[in-house]
């Protein structure tokens, strides 16, 4: 950080960027639908081929619900721009 500052390169602080900031990013949100429904019952996939014809066969995810996740996106930056990331993101 001390040589960014010296050398006049700009740069978003670390308070101002957390790592961990699931509503900025509804696909992780998604990723996780997804993984409860195929690993639902205990299952477990031995390769990535039984991996892809179990995933094939998972019900249809409510596109209402993919939807209004990625509809919020621009509500949830503009939140976290205004309140700052550690108001609006759980750790």
Not at 21 to 32: D, G, I, L, Y
């Amino acid at each position: 950080m001390e040589y960014l500052d010296e050398n006049g390169i700009n740069f978003v602080p670390q308070e101002k960027n957390p790592q961990n900031c699931p509503q900025a990013r509804p696909v992780e949100t998604f990723w996780s639908i997804l993984e409860q429904m195929v690993y639902s019952d205990g299952w477990e996939a031995k390769n990535i081929d039984q991996l892809k014809r179990r995933i094939k066969k998972v019900k249809e995810v409510d596109i209402k619900i993919v939807q209004t996740m990625f509809m919020d996106i621009p509500k949830q930056l503009r939140r976290i721009a205004d309140r700052g990331p550690y108001e609006t993101c759980s750790f």
